[in-house]
């Protein structure tokens, strides 16, 4: 039974720190590292980030792969991807340095601090009115593991939370909207809203003048999902218009986001290197093992991505 390890290392810790991180926790699973694939027979599972499946080679007993990317959109449907369950390396409660990144933006927008920091800068000694976390709107774009976390922290801060989803969640712990119907009833009571959906081709270009016209004025968005959720030209003129006050952008489109961007010097806008959140070594470890000691056990992948849907 072996693990082959493709490009993670790369990006994430280093050859040594993997070997060592499973040496620790599953010591009976032989880690191999791309390109030293050795027989592919004796690859079993498949870990990557970045893959390129034109280059590597068929893996006949292959029984299940995990991926490190956010999205799947960029290989889900490559013609060589290899017939075999696909998983999330995400942990089941999320992820708190997404948590805390999304209350952190949330909370900036709620109390208008990118004002204050311009008042500042001007040396304006200036009190703004104080909105109420009760009468604050905060409606997020997919209700998955990375948004039900930093949801249910602002709940509790009194903040009336509700959710947009592709098909209905039951007993959801917030008010649910769902499906393409109920995307603009959504919008219209939502302040500050806050994309966390998969990339997929419904979802391209979501927020675009047609969904910020639904908006209410002077609303906000922060977009920790994919950068083609948004369309750039369509954003900045929301902004200037007044229809939107702020955005914070984690995810763009192209990244890096090339230097002529008017993106970089906009005043209204955030933009972040999309560093909203980095797991551990350690961390993918224990979900790479939990995951394949489930598989042994005859369970199911902790996080299956469902192909067809695309995420």
């Not at 995990?66 to 013609?79: E, I, K, L, W, Y």
């Not at 997404?98 to 009190?127: C, G, I, K, N, S």
């Not at 393409?180 to 809203?193: C, K, R, S, V, Y």
């Not at 047609?210 to 750039?232: E, Q, W, Y």
């Amino acid at each position: 039974m072996a693990l082959l390890i493709v490009n993670l290392d790369k990006f994430i810790g280093t050859a040594g720190a993997w070997r060592e991180a499973f040496a620790e926790q599953f010591p009976n699973l032989e880690i191999r590292l791309w390109p030293a694939v050795g027989e592919p027979a004796d690859i079993e599972y498949l870990a990557f980030v970045h893959p390129d499946f034109d280059v590597l080679p068929a893996f006949p007993n292959l029984k299940a792969m995990f991926t490190r990317s956010a999205g799947v959109n960029d290989f889900v449907n490559h013609p060589k991807l290899p017939h075999a369950p696909l998983g999330k390396l995400e942990p089941s409660g999320g992820d708190p340095m997404m948590t805390e990144y999304v209350v952190m933006h949330v909370l900036r927008f709620h109390r208008d601090m990118p004002a204050y920091q311009a008042r500042q800068a001007r040396r304006e000694w200036h009190r703004g009115p104080i909105t109420r976390p009760e009468d604050r709107r905060i409606g997020f774009l997919g209700y998955g593991m990375m948004a039900k976390a930093p949801a249910l922290v602002l709940k509790s801060l009194e903040f009336n939370v509700s959710a947009w989803v592709r098909t209905p969640k039951e007993d959801a712990e917030v008010p649910i909207f769902h499906g393409p119907g109920q995307l603009e009833p959504f919008l219209n009571q939502t302040d500050i809203a806050v994309c966390l959906l998969p990339l997929t081709g419904e979802t391209e270009g979501i927020f675009c003048a047609r969904t910020f016209a639904m908006m209410p004025k002077g609303a906000m968005l922060i977009n920790v999902g994919r950068g083609k959720h948004v369309v750039d030209g369509d954003l900045i003129k929301a902004l200037d218009s007044g229809q939107l006050s702020y955005a914070a952008l984690d995810a763009l489109w192209p990244e890096p986001l090339p230097p002529e961007s008017p993106l970089w010097l906009h005043p209204k806008v955030t933009v972040m290197p999309h560093v909203a959140r980095r797991p551990t070594v350690a961390r993918l470890v224990t979900e790479i093992a939990a995951n394949v000691r489930r598989l042994e056990a005859g369970e199911p992948l902790l996080q299956e991505i469902d192909i067809a849907a695309g995420y």
